[in-house]
């Protein structure tokens, strides 16, 4: 089956958020969450769960911060099971109270027991310029490449060359998802331009067919 976007869906709050999906996610699907983060400490979400039973594996797969302002993180989680009624996510941090910001989005056509292949993250100071990559050479022709982009204070982010399926959460901390598909191996970047120059992160993964 060919890689696809299925759907995006926003939220945000502070921490530990519980977050309504409102829809539920497909069966075998990927969800791919990118977080933005006004804590100045590298990995502070400990952790994301949902509603599912049994609940769903989200692992993060890349994160970096800007300079002691505030994080980027890039977690998914594989061959997705739905909740029965309400899918809920609920994310934690080491720092009770941080406001985050999520930008979620579905793929089909991922391969279901081991996806993740390459990663990168990028942090750039005082740039109207968030870069991702890149990332080591890719393993298998056709891939899902995801690029996730922050930065410390609220802006318009926009999606960049070669990409689509943009979707943005803004407010403190705004993180943008955005992503393409590609069909034969190589290394990865991704660029989104941001509405004020500040110290921004980009991270990059890529997942398998």
Do not use: C
């Not at 409102?22 to 994301?48: D, H, K, M, Q």
């Not at 996806?115 to 890719?138: F, H, M, R, V, Y």
């Amino acid at each position: 089956m060919a890689i696809a976007f299925v759907r995006n869906t926003l939220g945000g709050g502070t921490t530990p958020l519980n977050q309504n999906l409102s829809y539920l996610p497909v069966a075998g699907n990927l969800l791919v969450v990118g977080i933005g983060n006004n804590s100045n400490i590298l990995n502070s979400i400990t952790s994301i769960t949902d509603s599912a039973v049994p609940a769903n594996v989200y692992t993060r797969a890349t994160s970096d911060w800007a300079s002691g302002y505030s994080s980027t993180e890039l977690w998914y989680a594989k061959n997705i099971v739905p909740a029965s009624g309400i899918h809920n996510l609920t994310v934690t941090s080491s720092i009770p109270g941080t406001t985050i910001q999520l930008a979620i989005n579905e793929y089909s056509g991922i391969d279901v027991s081991s996806p993740l292949d390459q990663t990168a993250a990028t942090e750039t100071a005082s740039s109207a310029t968030i870069n991702a990559g890149p990332t080591g050479t890719t393993t298998v022709n056709d891939e899902l490449v995801v690029m996730v982009g922050s930065q410390q204070a609220a802006a318009t982010l926009t999606v960049g060359a070669g990409y689509s399926n943009f979707n943005q959460a803004t407010g403190v901390a705004p993180v943008a998802i955005q992503s393409k598909v590609v069909a034969s191996t190589g290394t990865q970047s991704g660029t989104m331009a941001t509405s004020i120059t500040a110290n921004v992160t980009g991270l990059i993964a890529t997942f398998k067919a």
